[in-house]
């Protein structure tokens, strides 16, 4: 068990510009979930992934916002003609799902892309 | 819609100390869950504990135990006998019955810092 990876660490990008992160969940994980943190707050969901469904895409932020998990795997968030204002660590998350009605749900967390919009 | 509200933005407290982190949360679901995650200066949040809404005990993790008083909607953290390394940002959430299609709802978190 490697935990939850996320690559890059660190993005630094022009305004309007695209970038894309990619996240590496733990193996088996049936679920994948990616949240945005800003200065000051707590995570903010964006969106999720039961395998390779994605589930729930209504909180992104903006139609510039994407995701990806093909074949169920690891999963990649895209962010087309970046602003400033999308400058914020971008979470990845993980979890083993056994019961789709089940209110306790044990994420694992990666460590975070930082992204910069100069 | 859910909120959870920390009112605490940062507390110094002695090592060995136990410590109370607040937590209060607004719902319209009769079901819920929540959760106290650590987010130490490396980034990556980890879980602490878990209290369901019908569970009739409060939760205990090791050193940790959540303080769930359903009537007042508040979920408080306990932390026992205070370590150095428990200094770090720490984030109570919730999530109701659109599992996962609601993600977790973060508060703003408390900073804790643990002096020797």
């Known amino acids: 068990d490697t935990g939850v990876s996320q690559d890059p660490r660190h993005k630094i990008t022009k305004r309007g510009q695209n970038v894309t992160f990619r996240c590496d969940p733990i193996?088996?994980?049936?679920?994948l979930y990616w949240y945005r943190q800003t200065l000051g707050q707590g995570p903010e969901f964006l969106t999720y992934f039961q395998n390779e469904a994605q589930l729930e895409k209504s909180r992104l932020l903006s139609d510039r916002f994407s995701a990806e998990r093909p074949k169920g795997s690891f999963s990649t968030l895209e962010i087309q003609r970046t602003e400033q204002g999308d400058s914020a660590m971008y979470l990845c998350?993980?979890?083993?799902?056994?019961?789709?009605?089940?209110?306790?749900?044990?994420?694992?967390f990666g460590s975070g892309t930082q992204l910069s919009v100069l | 819609a859910q909120k959870i509200t920390q009112t605490q933005p940062g507390m110094f407290v002695q090592e060995k100390e136990a410590v109370t982190l607040d937590c209060t949360y607004d719902t319209s679901d009769p079901s819920y869950g929540l959760f106290w995650y650590k987010q130490p200066s490396s980034g990556e949040m980890i879980f602490l504990i878990y209290?369901?809404?019908?569970?009739?005990q409060n939760a205990t993790e090791g050193r940790y135990s959540l303080n769930f008083q359903k009537a007042r909607k508040s979920a408080n953290l306990v932390i026992s006998a205070s370590q150095l390394g428990d200094s770090a940002m720490y984030f109570c959430a919730m999530r109701g019955l659109g599992g996962g299609a609601d993600g977790l709802t973060f508060g703003k978190g408390t900073h804790l810092i643990i002096q020797p």
């Open positions: 193996s088996e994980h049936n679920r």
């Open positions: 998350a993980s979890s083993q799902v056994q019961s789709l009605a089940t209110l306790y749900e044990k994420l694992f």
């Open positions: 209290q369901g809404s019908y569970d009739q």
